[in-house]
């Protein structure tokens, strides 16, 4: 499985962004997909996730703010990370990850595949 993201960039506080992260290998119908993020100094942090299901799950941090939605086509997958009311404190190089075992794999930092990161800075 490969994930490509892309899509971040630099926002102004209550600003919006987009994030793409393209899944791709192998049929990705059944996988979960989600990011995680890494602020400078800190360890990772579940953001969002989708099942196969399409049930979501957020962290409490972006709840509200954040939406998390995917396509699916014959062999790939794409989620999109909609971010809105963007605060400094979302600031963090956001990675795409994806699980076929389910969405709590990808909370729990524990997913099987993982991207490379997109950064996402917003000033204040």
């Known amino acids: 499985v490969q994930l490509q993201a892309s899509g971040g960039g630099l926002m102004q506080a209550g600003g919006s962004l987009k994030l793409s992260c393209v899944g791709s290998g192998r049929p990705m119908i059944n996988y979960a997909m989600g990011w995680i993020r890494q602020a400078p100094g800190k360890e990772r942090e579940f953001v969002a996730a989708i099942n196969w299901n399409d049930n979501t799950d957020y962290s409490d941090s972006v709840q509200g703010r954040f939406s998390i939605s995917k396509h699916n086509a014959a062999n790939s997958v794409t989620v999109f990370l909609q971010m809105n009311s963007l605060k400094p404190e979302d600031t963090a190089v956001y990675y795409c990850?994806?699980?076929?075992?389910?969405?709590?794999?990808?909370?729990?930092?524990?997913?099987?595949?993982w991207g490379q990161g997109t950064q996402v800075t917003v000033s204040s």
């Open positions: 990850a994806a699980d076929i075992r389910g969405s709590e794999y990808i909370m729990n930092l524990e997913a099987d595949y």
